[in-house]
């Protein structure tokens, strides 16, 4: 039972353009939802996150859009960069500090 | 100055071994976590301990015993290692337990099972 899910294994994008990463879930108790970027062999870097309350967020070239009736959410970057190949993960939290992930898109970012 | 390290970064063992992975955070932080990350790529939640005190445990197989001698540390230690056990295992920590702070994750430990 996958409650987050990330229905694009992969993207590729050109450096320059925009790239759009989406994330469906199923909980409705979910109330705080974050992007987080890993590089091979290293951790998940938090991102970017959003309250349910809000419907957008955004941080330098990273905005993340929530619609609550779809129970979706995607995070923009524009203009995408080589350095911003990545897998990215969505991640959601009911306030009980567990979060669950979605298996992860992996970003191509090409020069 | 690495926030959150987990040691060590590759583990290779035989079946029916038991293994220790340590972690330690120095952002000051109340709340740890571990992670496993299996072939799937899926990132799922083990356990999780605030002030080292145990506050969540999935459902996790008793082969599995995480011990937090301080705030700053959370060690997994797992008995009778099993092919299924094979998988990268995330260390984390965030400020608080429930109030939606970001998790701070370490760079992982890659642990095969022959």
């Given at each position: 039972?996958?409650?987050?899910?990330?229905?694009?294994?992969?993207?590729?994008v050109?450096?320059?353009?925009?790239?759009?990463?989406?994330?469906?879930?199923?909980?409705?108790?979910?109330?705080?939802?974050?992007?987080?970027?890993?590089?091979?062999?290293?951790?998940?870097?938090?991102?970017?996150?959003?309250?349910?309350?809000?419907?957008?967020?955004?941080?330098?070239?990273?905005?993340?859009?929530?619609?609550?009736?779809?129970?979706?959410?995607?995070?923009?970057?524009?203009?995408?960069?080589?350095?911003?190949?990545?897998?990215?993960?969505?991640?959601?939290?009911?306030?009980?500090?567990?979060?669950?992930f979605?298996?992860?898109?992996?970003?191509?970012?090409?020069? | 100055?690495?926030?959150?390290?987990q040691?060590?970064?590759?583990?290779?063992?035989?079946?029916?071994?038991?293994?220790?992975?340590?972690?330690?955070?120095?952002?000051?932080?109340?709340?740890?976590?571990?992670?496993?990350?299996?072939?799937k790529?899926?990132?799922?939640?083990?356990?999780?301990?605030?002030?080292?005190?145990?506050?969540?445990?999935?459902?996790?197989?008793?082969?599995?015993?995480?011990?937090?001698?301080?705030?700053?540390?959370?060690?997994?230690?797992?008995?009778?290692?099993?092919?299924?056990?094979?998988?990268?295992?995330?260390?984390?920590?965030?400020?608080?337990?429930g109030?939606?702070?970001?998790?701070?994750?370490?760079?992982?430990?890659?642990?095969?099972?022959?």
């Amino acid at each position: 039972d996958q409650q987050v899910k990330q229905n694009s294994p992969s993207l590729s994008v050109q450096e320059g353009r925009i790239s759009i990463l989406n994330c469906d879930y199923t909980n409705s108790m979910f109330d705080y939802f974050l992007w987080y970027k890993k590089y091979p062999a290293e951790g998940p870097t938090f991102l970017i996150s959003i309250s349910s309350i809000k419907d957008k967020n955004e941080d330098g070239r990273f905005t993340v859009f929530l619609n609550k009736s779809a129970k979706h959410l995607s995070l923009h970057i524009v203009p995408s960069q080589p350095g911003d190949s990545a897998v990215y993960f969505c991640a959601a939290n009911s306030n009980t500090g567990k979060l669950i992930f979605g298996q992860g898109t992996t970003l191509q970012v090409k020069p | 100055d690495t926030a959150v390290s987990q040691t060590p970064k590759y583990l290779v063992t035989q079946m029916g071994n038991d293994k220790s992975i340590k972690c330690e955070q120095n952002l000051g932080h109340d709340t740890m976590y571990w992670y496993k990350q299996d072939s799937k790529k899926f990132l799922k939640i083990m356990f999780s301990y605030n002030n080292k005190e145990l506050i969540i445990n999935e459902t996790v197989p008793n082969r599995f015993s995480p011990k937090s001698p301080d705030k700053a540390h959370l060690n997994l230690h797992i008995n009778s290692l099993e092919l299924g056990d094979s998988a990268v295992y995330f260390c984390a920590s965030s400020q608080t337990g429930g109030d939606h702070q970001p998790q701070h994750f370490g760079d992982g430990t890659r642990l095969s099972i022959l």
